[in-house]
């Protein structure tokens, strides 16, 4: 296993990757990137062991309900990049399971690939949306054939693929780009049916990167986004060779499908989890800031209140179920339920804006305007601006700044920005998480019950 030290280290290895227009030499001691590498770097110290073989304990696969739950509870406590690693080796995982019958030299080279991967302690991010081109038609009919990631060459020793993945997290930071179809592909279109990992280092591998980090000098400012960020990647494979044990499919669009499902599935699960955490900091917010302003016992905040928990509660409850029936595989690895774990995301998704909304109006427009840090510290208005942000002898004026900078932070700023857009688009969006609750919803047992409660019986299998 490696520590912060060798993980810093060993990104200095030639990765070609840009931000703001101009390259990043020394990613590690880039003045903003490198936030997230230090981030990182914490995440390999803490799970740092140095007994041969050992394994980090977020790479664990799980194999009940209860190791299933202390993953994603451990989860919650890591940093993006050590997330998306655990989510990528149990997408390929979960790809290995079911395309076995049809391809079983392929499964076992994933597994093969994932073992190594976890003695190597490295760190992958998911590369599976595509530019898209003209969203209107199919990967085999755009008018520029790169628009999806395809295979450009075929060698005997591997293959050469060409295009550009979008919205990678923390893209530059990890060692291995998980490259997989975005969505189900049709017969005519084996080229776009391609999955693989390739190494960030890898030649013709071009990464532009864009953050939400604040670029305010006091981040004292931006109590969140200022202590941790996560850059999104453009990942560009300019004629890029995958070596052919690296390759895990490469044809078979039949197929194609299962790898953007799979990671889904856990891509939905981690933000379940997350917006499980979220949601209660907003009602937390909602209630502190009412608090704060003299207003908590007023009807209409008390409502909006109630409605933020009671949401909160529906999706801490989808959690729950979706780990509670979990599914374990013929390896012995524990899956979420998919129906719980697609409902309960969008849920999350589709009721983020609503809870944001009723935290707005519970806040004010201080949320916005409220002073600086600094100008706190200013000895001609300071002592001003704390009077006068305080609204009662028990309410400080910078605390009560403070709670108004964290929320602006969270869902007004550019985290927050983030935040909305993500909340919607993670895991394939509000319709692809639909299409999967109704894949997976019991409707022959809603019809029967409708049935039975018309007191109409006899119809029952018949319609």
């Known amino acids: 296993m490696m520590t912060g030290d060798e993980y810093r280290r060993s990104l200095d290895d030639g990765r070609e990757t840009y931000f703001e227009g101009q390259p990043v030499i020394d990613i590690a001691k880039h003045p903003m990137l490198g936030i997230t590498v230090d981030s990182a770097a914490a995440g390999y110290d803490r799970f740092y062991d140095p007994t041969p073989g050992a394994v980090g304990a977020f790479m664990h696969v799980p194999g009940s ?66 530019s898209k081109g003209d969203r209107s038609r199919r990967p085999s009919q755009q008018d520029d054939p790169d628009h999806y990631v395809r295979v450009v060459a075929r060698r005997d020793d591997g293959i050469v693929i060409r295009g550009a993945k979008l919205h990678i997290s923390a893209a530059s930071m990890g060692h291995e780009l998980m490259t997989i179809p975005t969505k189900s592909m049709k017969s005519g279109e084996e080229q776009y049916s391609v999955a693989c990992m390739v190494p960030v280092n890898a030649p013709g591998v071009k990464i532009i990167n864009t953050t939400y980090a604040p670029r305010h000098h006091d981040t004292r400012d931006f109590p969140i986004s200022g202590r941790h960020h996560t ?47 979220r949601y209660e900091a907003l009602v937390g917010f909602a209630q502190l800031i009412s608090e704060a302003n003299g207003l908590d016992r007023v009807g209409h905040i008390k409502e909006k209140i109630s409605e933020m928990l009671i949401n909160a509660t529906l999706i801490r409850a989808t959690l729950e179920a979706a780990i509670e029936n979990c599914h374990v595989t013929s390896d012995g690895a524990a899956f979420p339920d998919e129906l719980y774990t697609n409902a309960g995301k969008y849920h999350g998704a589709a009721n983020w804006s609503l809870m944001v909304r009723h935290l707005h109006d519970i806040g004010g427009g201080s949320i916005l305007t409220a002073p600086g840090h600094a100008d706190f510290e200013n000895r001609q208005v300071g002592h001003l601006a704390r009077k006068y942000m305080g609204t009662m002898q028990s309410v400080d004026g910078l605390y009560r700044t403070r709670l108004f900078h964290a929320i602006r932070d969270l869902t007004a700023d550019a985290l927050g920005g983030w935040n909305a857009v993500t909340n919607i688009q993670a895991g394939g969006g509000l319709y692809a998480q639909r299409i999967v609750s109704r894949l997976h919803y019991d409707m022959d047992r809603a019809k029967e019950t409708a049935l039975r409660t018309g007191h109409m019986e006899e119809f029952i299998g018949k319609v």
């Not at 979960?94 to 499964?107: K, Q, W």
């Not at 044990?245 to 997350?274: C, K, M, Q, T, Y």
Request: net charge negative; with cysteine; aromatic share 8%.
């Open 231 to 277: 850059p999104e990647g453009f990942v560009i494979f300019d004629d890029v060779f995958v070596p052919n044990e690296r390759v895990f499919l490469d044809g078979n669009p039949e197929l194609a499908g299962i790898f953007a499902h799979s990671l889904g599935l856990w891509e939905r699960l981690g933000g379940l989890s997350s917006m499980a955490t």
């Open 65 to 130: 309900a209860k190791e299933l739950r202390e993953q994603v509870e451990l989860h919650e406590t890591v940093d993006l990049l050590t997330h998306v690693t655990y989510a990528s080796i149990m997408t390929l995982l979960t790809a290995a399971d079911r395309i076995e019958a049809t391809l079983p030299e392929n499964a076992a080279r994933i597994r093969a690939w994932v073992a190594e991967a976890q003695r190597r302690d490295v760190r992958i991010t998911q590369c599976i949306t595509d």
